[in-house]
């Protein structure tokens, strides 16, 4: 299990990740990331809403563990017109 | 229709450009998301799993042709071409920016609407009866109290950090079609000795602790329900409790206090204030009636309907009610079509809708709390062209409140309170009954309600079957519920036994429902009934067994 750090765009909402350089839209340029002082820079900078860490399998894309997470990670299921691929 | 008057649009007004300034001040870092956060919230302005969600209020579910052809234009301009029907008559569009934010508020506001207390521990939008005002069977249109409520609620400086939301429903008939028995506050207009007057319930509500409403006022004449309604704020908002977010709304109060203390309370709360003249005077209510006028019925508009086409039969059967006035109808439009998403209309029905109520249903539209829209005042002689143009823009289903009319809400796929899906449960169970019409309607009047968590926006404590998602592990999971309504004859589901995934949910629903079928009194006999009759033990026996 890895950490992935994810959160909201301030701007438009969209979901973003982590790519170890910045953030991306797409979860499959997510990077396994878990460093706490990367976080607080994050809140601190007030661009991205609700900054968090979360469980993921290693993979490409990462797998989240959650059901929820990974629905974050592709859009509503309901939709895959609106997918995020 | 209300039409706002200068003080109504000032408000709406004054309420865009302060949210614009509020939004260039965040996104030009001035304010923290801290500070931000119930600033956008007051404007119904959520952040939710993909994006920021609107929610746009549309009051006791009535809606203009130019108003919902705004709704599809904003749908168009600022979201992905759709938007959603809500459990609560109103709508929300799930793909908002920021930064368009305010224009969109504009754009509204150009149509006499707003997203105001839409969020947070206030009262909420009014609801009501989506046939209020056309309806055969009651006392008096509704809708202009709706309408004095929702202008006594609007920005009451006194409630606007209550311990928690609270949301109020009318109607006027012995039939409820606005669940009023679990709402904060339920009214029903009644006539006593020739006078209009509230019967008043308090204390209803679903969510993690769903309980019905105690009637604590048979009858309090029209001319001072807003007093009433105050005092009872007023004792919520002084002893409803603001420590514990679980226990914070009025039912919580009414059941720790008990139904007879908590009338006593407002009792003699309402008589301390009875002299302070708080309800609307006569020429206001007067000037708010007036608005809510009948059209004008054609008085030659004929009686009867040429039933020759089978299909157009079967619609008029299940989606079509009777209306106050010979000649006319009231019709449902169904936003439950064969794999669609229960309450989502694109852009292009909704203008359809609004061209379709301007030609036959004098410009006016309801939206339903199952998440439907209807056309209150059609000629009877209308209805089959009506059909034939719902039709081509799959908007024609016959199926309101059959086994397929299932309201679900947004759940996991959008929601972040969420702790599963909804939708696709929904999807599923209809997909099993959606190709045999004849099979859903020996079925009957069945009301499937599903949530995505214990909030129940989806109304599953009410559900004839009610179907609550839950979290197990970070996975979903489905816990079934049988003998809920939140009709006049309103009471809560009872849970079934162990949950299941997504598929055994299916399967189980579809178990229940043949059981029905095979233990039923006879045709006539409806689903929720034979429950009571029969209790949970054929169905658990079905399902478990």
Same mark, same amino acid.
């Given at each position: 299990?890895?950490?992935?750090?994810?959160?909201?765009?301030?701007?438009?909402?969209?979901?973003?990740?982590?790519?170890?350089?910045?953030?991306?839209?797409?979860?499959?340029?997510?990077v396994a990331v878990d460093d706490p002082a990367l976080l607080a820079r994050i809140v601190a900078e007030e661009r991205v809403n609700d900054p968090t860490?979360?469980?993921?399998?290693?993979?490409?894309?990462?797998?989240?563990?959650?059901?929820?997470?990974?629905?974050?990670?592709?859009?509503?299921?309901?939709?895959?017109?609106?997918?995020?691929? | 229709?209300?039409?706002?008057?200068?003080?109504?649009?000032?408000?709406?007004?004054?309420?865009?450009?302060?949210?614009?300034?509020?939004?260039?001040?965040?996104?030009?870092?001035?304010?923290?998301?801290?500070?931000?956060?119930?600033?956008?919230?007051?404007?119904? +302005?959520?952040?939710?799993?993909?994006?920021?969600?609107?929610?746009?209020?549309?009051?006791?579910?009535?809606?203009?042709?130019?108003?919902?052809?705004?709704?599809?234009?904003?749908?168009?301009?600022?979201?992905?071409?759709?938007?959603?029907? *809500?459990?609560?008559?109103?709508?929300?569009?799930?793909?908002?920016?920021?930064?368009q934010a305010p224009d969109l508020m504009a754009d509204l506001a150009s149509v006499e609407m707003h997203a105001i207390q839409t969020s947070g521990n206030?009262?909420?939008?009014?609801?009501?009866?989506?046939?209020?005002?056309?309806?055969?069977?009651?006392?008096?249109?509704?809708?202009?109290?709706?309408?004095?409520?929702?202008?006594?609620?609007?920005?009451?400086?006194?409630?606007?950090?209550?311990?928690?939301?609270?949301?109020?429903?009318? *109607?006027?008939?012995?039939?409820?079609?606005?669940?009023?028995?679990?709402?904060?506050?339920?009214?029903?207009?009644?006539?006593?000795?020739?006078?209009?007057?509230?019967?008043?319930?308090?204390?209803?509500?679903?969510?993690?602790?769903?309980?019905?409403?105690?009637?604590?006022?048979?009858?309090?004449?029209?001319?001072?329900?807003?007093?009433?309604?105050?005092?009872?704020?007023?004792?919520?908002?002084?002893?409803?409790?603001?420590?514990?977010?679980?226990?914070?709304?009025?039912?919580?109060?009414?059941?720790?206090?008990?139904?007879?203390?908590?009338?006593?309370?407002?009792?003699?709360?309402?008589?301390?204030?009875?002299?302070? $003249?708080?309800?609307?005077?006569?020429?206001?209510?007067d000037r708010i009636a007036a608005q809510f006028a009948d059209p004008e019925y054609d008085a030659g508009a004929p009686d009867t309907l040429d039933r020759?086409?089978?299909?157009?039969?079967?619609?008029?059967?299940?989606?079509?009610?009777?209306?106050?006035?010979?000649?006319?109808?009231?019709?449902?439009?169904?936003?439950?079509?064969?794999?669609?998403?229960?309450?989502?209309?694109?852009?292009?029905?909704?203008?359809?809708?609004?061209?379709?109520?301007?030609?036959?249903?004098?410009?006016?539209?309801?939206? *339903?709390?199952?998440?439907?829209?209807? +056309?209150?005042?059609?000629?009877?002689?209308?209805?089959?062209?009506?059909?034939?143009?719902?039709?081509?823009?799959?908007?024609?289903?016959?199926?309101?409140?059959?086994?397929?009319?299932?309201?679900?809400?947004?759940?996991?796929?959008?929601?972040?309170?969420?702790?599963?899906?909804?939708?696709?449960?929904?999807?599923?169970?209809?997909?099993?009954?959606?190709?045999?019409?004849?099979?859903?309607?020996?079925?009957?009047?069945?009301?499937?309600?599903?949530?995505?968590?214990?909030?129940?926006?989806?109304?599953?404590?009410? $559900?004839?079957?009610?179907?609550?998602?839950?979290?197990?592990?970070?996975?979903?999971?489905?816990?079934?519920?049988?003998?809920?309504?939140?009709?006049?004859?309103?009471?809560?589901?009872?849970?079934?036994?162990?949950?299941?995934?997504?598929? $055994?949910?299916?399967?189980?629903?579809?178990?229940?429902?043949?059981?029905?079928?095979?233990?039923?009194?006879?045709?006539?006999?409806?689903?929720?009934?034979?429950?009571?009759?029969?209790?949970?033990?054929?169905?658990?026996?079905?399902?478990?067994?």
């Amino acid at each position: 299990m890895i950490k992935l750090l994810t959160g909201n765009e301030l701007l438009t909402g969209d979901v973003l990740w982590w790519t170890g350089a910045g953030w991306s839209l797409h979860l499959r340029d997510a990077v396994a990331v878990d460093d706490p002082a990367l976080l607080a820079r994050i809140v601190a900078e007030e661009r991205v809403n609700d900054p968090t860490f979360i469980d993921a399998e290693p993979g490409n894309p990462p797998v989240p563990r959650t059901a929820r997470e990974r629905i974050r990670g592709v859009g509503p299921s309901v939709r895959p017109d609106l997918a995020r691929i | 229709m209300y039409k706002y008057d200068q003080y109504d649009q000032a408000l709406v007004d004054a309420r865009v450009d302060e949210f614009r300034d509020q939004v260039a001040r965040r996104l030009a870092g001035e304010i923290t998301e801290d500070q931000f956060k119930p600033l956008r919230l007051m404007n119904g +302005l959520y952040l939710q799993l993909h994006a920021y969600m609107l929610r746009v209020a549309i009051p006791y579910g009535t809606l203009s042709s130019p108003q919902l052809r705004m709704l599809a234009h904003i749908s168009r301009k600022y979201d992905r071409d759709y938007a959603h029907f *809500t459990t609560r008559q109103n709508i929300q569009y799930n793909w908002i920016k920021l930064e368009q934010a305010p224009d969109l508020m504009a754009d509204l506001a150009s149509v006499e609407m707003h997203a105001i207390q839409t969020s947070g521990n206030c009262i909420r939008n009014i609801s009501s009866d989506q046939f209020a005002g056309a309806a055969a069977d009651e006392v008096a249109d509704p809708r202009p109290y709706a309408e004095l409520l929702r202008q006594w609620s609007s920005f009451h400086p006194e409630f606007s950090f209550l311990p928690r939301k609270f949301k109020i429903a009318v *109607t006027a008939s012995d039939t409820d079609r606005a669940a009023i028995q679990l709402h904060d506050i339920g009214l029903q207009l009644v006539r006593k000795d020739g006078q209009l007057g509230f019967r008043v319930l308090v204390g209803g509500g679903m969510g993690r602790t769903p309980m019905i409403g105690h009637w604590v006022r048979e009858f309090i004449p029209v001319s001072q329900y807003l007093t009433y309604c105050e005092a009872i704020l007023r004792v919520y908002n002084r002893y409803g409790r603001r420590d514990n977010i679980y226990k914070a709304r009025i039912k919580i109060l009414v059941h720790e206090l008990g139904a007879e203390e908590f009338t006593r309370q407002v009792e003699a709360e309402f008589a301390a204030m009875s002299d302070l $003249g708080l309800d609307a005077p006569q020429a206001e209510v007067d000037r708010i009636a007036a608005q809510f006028a009948d059209p004008e019925y054609d008085a030659g508009a004929p009686d009867t309907l040429d039933r020759s086409d089978p299909d157009f039969a079967v619609w008029v059967d299940q989606n079509v009610h009777a209306h106050k006035h010979a000649g006319y109808a009231i019709a449902t439009i169904s936003l439950k079509p064969p794999r669609g998403i229960p309450g989502d209309a694109s852009s292009a029905q909704m203008d359809l809708i609004a061209d379709l109520a301007e030609r036959y249903s004098f410009g006016e539209l309801r939206v *339903t709390h199952s998440q439907n829209l209807v +056309l209150a005042h059609v000629r009877k002689a209308d209805l089959y062209a009506l059909w034939q143009a719902l039709a081509e823009a799959d908007l024609a289903t016959p199926n309101l409140d059959l086994v397929t009319d299932i309201i679900a809400c947004p759940g996991l796929d959008y929601c972040t309170l969420a702790n599963a899906r909804s939708i696709p449960v929904a999807q599923k169970i209809a997909a099993r009954f959606e190709s045999d019409l004849a099979r859903q309607r020996d079925i009957g009047e069945l009301k499937i309600k599903v949530s995505g968590c214990i909030n129940a926006c989806g109304h599953h404590h009410a $559900g004839h079957i009610g179907i609550l998602g839950v979290d197990r592990k970070g996975e979903e999971s489905y816990q079934l519920s049988l003998g809920g309504s939140g009709a006049e004859d309103a009471s809560l589901a009872k849970i079934l036994g162990p949950g299941f995934n997504k598929a $055994g949910v299916v399967d189980a629903v579809e178990k229940i429902i043949e059981r029905y079928r095979s233990v039923r009194s006879g045709p006539d006999e409806r689903f929720l009934d034979t429950y009571r009759r029969l209790g949970d033990a054929p169905f658990k026996e079905a399902v478990y067994g």
